[in-house]
């Protein structure tokens, strides 16, 4: 019947099975951690033990003392400069990271660009920021306009009026008659 359940494929794992994973999955999880946990404490004291054996202080001289004391304070040097040398790789490492998370950034296109201010600047600004000193007067951007006379709006005004209503004048100057008058009115047959 149903055709939803058809198109499912059917699970290779038994729900029992699946409910005993969903509970034993965690509790494996959790005794793994505690054993590296243990294996780390082991892994420690075997070094610590191995580099710095336990001291025997009963029955030395104080000019052995002193000797002892003077080969742990190199030994202390030595760790120092060890861990002075991990602490500089690791920081360089760290940034060589960040390096190179910036440049997988910046090709996969996902930085984000920031939001631009709207701002207004005239051209006399805009002129003196880009050239700076070298920049001298005012650019005044309507002197560099056209210039129109009023006798022309004037004549223009006249043309469209003489035209009117161009269905009056239809008749009028259709065929040859018409024409004629357009070129003597435009001063062609002088």
């Given at each position: 019947g149903n055709p939803k359940m058809d198109n499912k494929p059917k699970s290779k794992i038994s729900a029992s099975r699946k409910l005993s994973l969903k509970v034993g999955l965690p509790t494996l999880a959790i005794e793994d951690l505690?054993?590296?946990?243990?294996?780390?404490?082991?892994?420690?004291?075997?070094?610590?033990?191995?580099?710095?054996?336990?001291?025997?202080?009963?029955?030395?001289?104080?000019?052995?003392?002193?000797?002892?004391?003077?080969?742990?304070?190199?030994?202390?040097d030595v760790a120092d400069e060890e861990r002075y040398n991990y602490e500089d790789k690791v920081n360089k490492h760290n940034k060589d990271i960040n390096e190179l998370k910036?440049?997988?950034?910046?090709?996969?296109?996902?930085?984000?660009?920031?939001?631009?201010?709207?701002?207004?600047?005239?051209?006399?600004?805009m002129m003196r920021a880009l050239l700076g000193s070298k920049h001298k007067g005012s650019m005044d951007l309507r002197a560099n306009l056209k210039s129109v006379k009023k006798e022309d709006i004037k004549q223009e005004k006249v043309l469209t009026t003489e035209v009117g209503d161009w269905r009056k004048n239809v008749e009028a100057m259709s065929g040859m008659e018409g024409r004629k008058k357009m070129f003597d009115a435009a001063g062609g047959g002088q």
């Open positions: 505690e054993k590296e946990k243990q294996d780390r404490e082991e892994e420690k004291n075997r070094y610590l033990i191995e580099k710095h054996p336990p001291l025997q202080l009963s029955g030395l001289s104080l000019a052995e003392l002193q000797n002892l004391c003077k080969q742990l304070y190199a030994k202390i910036l440049k997988v950034q910046d090709l996969g296109g996902k930085f984000k660009k920031p939001a631009l201010r709207k701002v207004r600047v005239s051209a006399d600004e």
